[in-house]
């Protein structure tokens, strides 16, 4: 039987049934992408103001909530207003060029964009004040801001990473008066991780993984 | 509009497939392609966090203001709860006389229209954009010219106005101008009433119901609890009096179906004409005096007794409410009754209504007022307004230079004999205001944007005299302007816009010196939505004398041989055209039609049989002297009065937005006038014509079909018990739960089908509208639906309000593959979004049929919708299945609140949209593992019972059952 195709014809062939695959790999790359946030874990992000959480918490020891007023009360951690960074910055470092947004977003009165670092898909409902009075400590979810010059997310907040806690939260949380600490905690005993758990009385871990307790 | 491009991109792809094997590869490959490259990443998103914090604000967390919304003038209180400063969900107002917690359809869309990108948003000269200070230049000079005459020429047209500084501030413009006048203009309201009510009283009166107070309620073609100002207050009442001892009854002579017709004790279909012989009868029988004993040729009818006997041994107690179909003499008769009764100032309360107080007299009694009396603006002297009908005379004579028309739309809602638009087309200077850049606008030199309820400072009084401020809760979005504005400069007075102009109002009534003492009553009168401290209206005293002096108008004829007689209805959704443009009100199934996004002449079974026509025939419908004619569809409601065609109003519209325009028929072509009212029912003649037009209905079966989704247990019976037997043995896992279980219970003995409901959780829950084509295609999105049944052809109706029952053998769950649709601990039947990928297995497989596919993308993306949406509920897209979650989110929110202050969720703690909305308080929601929660408490009832209990999905909702007074109705009504 003679051939049907010459050599170089059956390369050709090869090659064309090789278009759909290669089409399909781009499909799913593409749609990694699309789905992946702009943020990737360990990128720094700029930021109108080169502001520097090193310097603020580890450097000058200013507790969380002072910036981020309404973290143990709303949904929101809240970003500070302008008027907040004014209450030390109106005397500190007036004239220093980095701050001049600051100061024209008072005089303008419009805020500055901060570009987000933290950023949850649509369909997630999380609720720093519950988190923060069940003794999920700032630095478990944010990392140790207190040694980061820029803000630098630390891993993707997935699902699996939400879930890791939310199944076993006894070992990952701590007594309320440390939430906002960054390194220095109490060694627990496991009896003592228990009492705490008890004494916080968080929900069992049925509720605590039940599809509505994140999704709306 | 996306949603109606969407379905034809359907369409063509069929086309495509067929073209054959290389075409489809090739759309696969493009598609393929388009799939990688033509997305794109999440966008980065910005954190703008305030310049200056405000106090006691955290942003994610609602912020509630009290404040009023108008609905034909008279104030509602609400609460708007705005977001980071974006108004996004209107309830009801607890501490507001006609609120009382709940709020209407209508006021809940009030947040939809306010967002609304098609608002007027330019100042316009004829067709052209202008300024407003070009404006105010060709305004001050015409004024000039008026000023010259006294203000001749000048006319000012408005709604119904309660505002107390508006009315003072007409009382300035027609001290400025001796000559001008004032006239009223209310397409939703009834003439005939306000007639009547002037002649009785010398003045304009309302009668305010009591309801909470009667034990009979006699409703002559009455929409009591229909879209009003009073309608939240009247089910309120009523429902409150039929849980009381003994039981209120509810009578109902209907013309077509209504809200009082679903729950009344005995209900008859009677054409208007019959009513008004009915009145007739009832008032010779109970003795009233001057009542005109009608020829009693028939048999007497049962129920005509029973009504009689029931009004009798209520003297006191009961109430007569005329409708609008009714004539003048009607409306006298029914006034006459009630004062023979004893119920005037028991359970009818006549409310005079504010006018303006001439600037002479105001100055004179300002003294005597703060004194003493201290009603604002209540003078016993005051200039009453015209109507509508003078003022057509008098443009028509060329009377009128100027015509000043305030948030009104005559050219489309006044009676089509009256031909405003040819009247107003001699005027040489006409400005009209509105939200809207209406027909009226069209037909007028100048057209200002007004500012919405929500965008501007106001005041208004409630029907019944209680004043309220209105304060804006967002910055005017389009740059409308208030009414305020507009008054100022008819009266040439310079105040600092509406804020400090009502202000300097309160200021002067409260006549507070102190400026500390003053602030502290404005922010207590804002902060409670009512301003405590001010005497509602004087209640006014009927000479009985006055009463029978009243010579009886001649009665109206009677339809000839061949005619009909034609009623002119509020539609429930849209009333009388003004919220035309709002989709949820267009979308939202009216209560016995199930029509939505049109309107339909409706046909009693039997008038249509003699007619031969079916649902959607185009009929020919003409006045008598065939001078107005317009073609409209039919629709056969059962349960209709014979003879009679009932025209809902408010469609037809030809200047309003893409969601009004060219909608349905425009109704108002064929009313007519007598003696100066607008007619709401007159004869006209009706001819097939042979066409048919497709109509979006969202229920088409509304027949029992043996099973009993509703169900009735008898008042007087002693063995009303309808809950099921004991436990089925089932397949499904055994569910146990150690916390909360929430449940619900819908009473149907409460339930008047109002459809607040389900506007509420559209609110609530970002519930997309989907247009009529996706509704015709059976692909409605209301998780709340609010389901017709009628017993038998005409018999009794029982509205269902049905969402997802949260069944505890859930269908729905075994049959997700992905486990989109899973059980929780606390009971809840979730669907999570994020899992689902749209297989409709679920759907398919639920028996209630309450679960609602994204078949498009039909969430709007435009930046309003996004801006109104609620942030604690997913935005859903395309392909994504959907359905009542009980709220999840406020479950979550009291939740989250109990958890931090170490405590479990009250009784009551979370109430669901639904439910907080409810007027009649039919819904309950909470926990049933607590058995002295309230939801426990309606589940114990004997008449607790579950839908399609037969087939063991246990369901969460449950029902009570409808109580039936068999002693109320004799075996002739339809009752």
Redesign the interface.
């Known amino acids: 039987m003679p051939q049907l195709l010459e050599r170089s014809e059956v390369l050709l062939v090869k090659l064309i049934l090789l278009v759909p695959v290669g089409l399909l790999v781009l499909t799913v790359a593409g749609m990694f992408w699309r789905t992946t946030s702009p943020v990737e874990p360990g990128v720094a992000v700029s930021q109108p103001i080169s502001f520097s959480h090193k310097h603020h918490v580890g450097d000058d020891g200013i507790d969380c909530r002072y910036c981020h007023t309404t973290v143990e009360t709303s949904a929101s951690a809240g970003m500070p207003a302008t008027g907040i960074c004014l209450s030390c910055h109106s005397q500190l470092f007036r004239d220093a060029p980095a701050l001049a947004p600051l100061h024209e977003s008072m005089q303008s009165g419009k805020p500055i964009a901060w570009n987000r670092v933290y950023d949850l898909p649509d369909f997630v409902f999380f609720n720093h004040s519950i988190h923060v009075n069940k003794g999920v400590a700032c630095v478990s979810c944010h990392g140790r801001v207190d040694q980061m010059p820029v803000l630098v997310r630390r891993q993707a907040p997935d699902m699996q990473w939400c879930l890791d806690c939310h199944r076993d939260p006894s070992g990952r949380i701590v007594p309320l008066d440390h939430i906002t600490a960054m390194g220095s905690f109490p060694a627990l005993s496991d009896a003592q991780a228990e009492r705490l758990v008890q004494s916080l009385r968080l929900e069992d871990s049925r509720r605590l993984t039940d599809c509505s307790t994140c999704h709306r | 509009m996306r949603r109606v491009v969407a379905p034809a991109i359907n369409t063509t792809m069929p086309a495509g497939v067929d073209g054959g094997r290389r075409r489809m590869l090739k759309l696969m ?1 493009a598609s ?2 388009l ?3 033509g ?15 405000p106090e006691g604000m ?4 609602p912020v509630f203001y009290a404040t009023t919304l108008l609905h034909e003038g008279h104030g509602v209180g609400v609460l708007v709860e705005t977001e980071s400063g974006r108004p996004v969900k209107i309830e009801g107002n607890p501490i507001h006389p006609a609120s009382l917690g709940a709020a209407d359809a209508q006021s809940q869309a009030a947040i939809l229209t306010l967002w609304d990108p098609e608002r007027s948003r330019i100042v316009m000269h004829g067709a052209q954009p202008s300024t407003w200070s070009a404006l105010l230049d060709s305004l001050s000079t015409q004024l000039r010219e008026e000023a010259g005459t006294q203000g001749k020429g000048l006319r000012l047209l408005s709604g119904p106005v309660s505002s107390p500084t508006l009315l003072a501030q007409i009382g300035e413009v027609l001290a400025r101008f001796p000559g001008a006048s004032w006239h009223v203009h209310d397409p939703a309201g009834c003439d005939a009433a306000a007639q009547v009510a002037r002649r009785l009283f010398g003045r304009p009166v309302r009668p305010v119901y009591r309801l909470d107070r009667a034990r009979t309620v006699l409703s002559v073609d009455a929409d009591l609890f229909g879209p009003s100002a009073d309608g939240v207050r009247n089910a309120h009442d009523f429902m409150q009096a039929r849980r009381g001892e003994p039981r209120a009854r509810m009578l109902a002579l209907e013309s077509t179906p209504g809200l009082c017709g679903a729950i009344a004790d005995l209900r008859v279909a009677l054409s208007p004409a019959d009513m008004e012989a009915a009145l007739d009868a009832v008032a010779s029988r109970l003795g009233v005096p001057a009542a005109v004993s009608p020829q009693e040729t028939e048999a007497r009818p049962a129920w005509l007794d029973s009504v009689c006997a029931q009004l009798r041994s209520t003297p006191g107690a009961c109430v007569v409410a005329p409708g609008h179909s009714l004539s003048p003499r009607a409306h006298l008769m029914a006034w006459r009754i009630n004062a023979h009764l004893g119920n005037l100032g028991q359970t009818i309360i006549p409310t005079a209504q504010q006018l303006p107080t001439e600037p002479r007299l105001a100055l004179q009694s300002a003294g005597a007022e703060a004194a003493g009396t201290g009603a604002a603006g209540i003078g016993t002297s005051g200039v009453s307004p015209g109507t509508l009908n003078e003022l057509v005379d008098a443009m028509r004579d060329g009377a009128v230079r100027t015509l000043i028309m305030l948030d009104v739309n005559p050219v489309y809602d006044s009676p089509g004999a009256l031909d405003f638009a040819g009247a107003l087309s001699k005027i040489p200077f006409s400005v009209h205001m509105g939200l809207y850049r209406d027909e009226t606008a069209h037909a007028c030199d100048w057209h200002i944007p007004m500012a919405h309820e929500l965008e501007a400072w106001s005041d208004a009084r409630s029907i019944d005299g209680t004043a309220s401020l209105i304060q804006p809760v967002i910055a005017p979005l389009y740059g409308g302007r208030s009414p305020h504005e507009v008054m100022d400069m008819l009266a040439d007075t310079r105040t600092a816009g509406a804020h400090e102009r009502v202000r300097a109002f309160w200021r002067n009534l409260w006549d507070m010196e102190d400026a500390h003492d003053f602030e502290q009553r404005w922010d207590e009168a804002l902060r409670r939505g009512v301003i405590d401290g001010e005497p509602a209206g004087p209640a006014l005293n009927l000479d009985a004398r006055a009463l029978a002096a009243q010579v009886p108008e001649e009665i109206e004829p009677a339809p000839e041989e061949g005619e009909l007689l034609a009623v002119f209805v509020n539609d429930s959704g849209i009333v009388a055209g003004r919220h035309a443009n709002n989709a949820w009100l267009q979308e939202l199934p009216r209560p016995y039609t199930k029509i939505t996004w049109d309107n339909a002449a409706l046909l009693s079974p039997g008038t249509a049989r003699r007619h031969a026509l079916r649902n959607g025939d185009v009929v020919s419908l003409s006045s008598t002297d065939a001078s107005a004619k317009l073609l409209a569809p039919i629709w056969i409601v059962p349960g209709q009065a014979d003879g009679v065609v009932i025209l809902p109003l408010g469609f037809g519209r030809r200047h309003a937005g893409a969601k009004a325009q060219g909608r349905g028929f425009d109704a108002y072509v064929l009313q007519d006038t007598r003696n100066g009212a607008a007619r709401r029912c007159l004869p006209l003649c009706l001819q097939p014509a042979d066409q048919r037009h497709a109509l979006a209905v969202t229920q088409h079966e509304m027949g029992l079909a043996g099973r009993e989704p509703v169900r009735i247990v008898s008042l007087q019976s002693s063995n009303a018990d309808v809950r099921g037997s004991a436990a089925q043995p089932s397949l499904y896992p055994p569910r146990e739960y ?2 909360h279980a929430w449940g619900m219970t819908v009473d149907l003995d409460a339930c008047i089908g109002c459809n607040a409901c389900a506007i509420a959780c559209q609110a609530e829950n970002n519930i997309p509208v989907v247009g009529p084509e996706e509704i015709a295609r059976g692909r409605t999105m209301h998780w709340m639906r609010i389901d017709l049944y009628h017993e038998g052809d005409g018999g009794r109706t029982q509205f269902q309000p049905m969402a997802c029952q949260h069944c505890e053998n859930a269908p729905c769950e075994v049959v997700c593959p992905v486990g989109a649709t ?1 059980h ?3 009971g ?1 039947n ?1 669907q ?3 899992r689902c990928v749209g297989t409709r297995f679920c759907s398919n497989n639920c028996p209630y049929k309450v679960r609602h596919f994204n078949f498009f993308d039909y969430a709007d993306h435009d930046p309003s919708a996004a801006a109104h949406a609620n942030p ?4 859903r897209q395309r392909g994504v299945m959907e359905k009542c ?1 009980y709220c ?2 406020r ?2 929110h009291a939740r ?1 609140e109990a ?2 202050q ?1 405590r479990t969720i009250r009784d009551g703690e979370v109430v669901t949209a639904c439910e907080a909305t409810c007027p009649t308080q039919a819904i309950v929601f909470g926990d049933t593992a607590d058995p002295h929660s309230r939801v426990s408490r309606s589940k114990a009832s004997p008449r607790n019972y579950t839908v399609l209990a037969e087939l063991n999905t246990r369901p969460r909702t449950s029902y009570l059952a409808r109580i039936v007074d068999r002693e109320a109705a004799p075996e002739d009504g339809d009752g």
Do not use: F, H, W
């Not at chain 2, 794109?40 to 910005?46: G, H, I, R």
């Not at chain 2, 955290?58 to 967390?61: I, L, N, Q, S």
């Not at chain 2, 604690?872 to 935005?875: A, F």
């Open positions: 490959a393929a392609a799939a990688g490259s997305c794109s990443q999440p966008p980065a998103e910005k954190i703008r966090p305030y310049v200056n914090m955290a942003p994610g967390d150690d916390s899973m929780d601990s606390e809840l979730v999570v979004y994020n604690d509920v997913t935005v979650t999840v989110q479950i979550s989250i958890q931090k170490g």
